[in-house]
């Protein structure tokens, strides 16, 4: 069975850090691109970051550029987001998703969210 696990979410302050991750079970990540994408209440998914299967490329929604990076490590066949200088409007369940393509598109993970599949979530909210 294929599956996405999120861990990593939680409470923090403004200001602080988390780090979420994303292990697969039941295929290899190596022939994925995989995604960060977060749902605060109320409002519609949005794409969060993207690192393409080698991970030489990287994207980022102009809302967390300079504060979130990704990263792979596909021998342990997990991705991370390390969420650094955290503030309330991050606040959201963070899903991880794995996409099979030839290429990694910022259409793919800003705007269409066309992966093909998706972990349940984990949440982070970030209040003082």
């Known amino acids: 069975q294929l599956q996405l696990v999120e861990s990593g979410g939680g409470l923090a302050q403004p200001g602080g850090s988390l780090r979420l991750s994303c292990a697969a079970s039941?295929?290899?990540?190596?022939?994925?691109?995989i995604g960060w994408f977060r749902q605060a209440p109320g409002k519609e998914r949005e794409g969060v970051s993207c690192i393409s299967r080698s991970g030489g490329r990287t994207i980022y929604a102009d809302s967390v550029k300079g504060r979130f990076t990704i990263s792979r490590d596909n021998a342990k066949n997990t991705v991370y987001l390390q969420m650094n200088n955290l503030k309330p409007e991050d606040t959201a369940v963070y899903y991880c998703?794995?996409?099979?393509?030839?290429?990694?598109?910022?259409?793919?993970?800003?705007?269409?969210?066309?992966?093909?599949?998706w972990g349940k979530g984990t949440l982070v909210t970030v209040s003082s």
């Open positions: 998703a794995a996409k099979s393509s030839i290429l990694l598109t910022t259409d793919m993970c800003l705007t269409s969210y066309d992966m093909n599949y």
């Open positions: 039941g295929f290899t990540l190596d022939y994925y691109h």
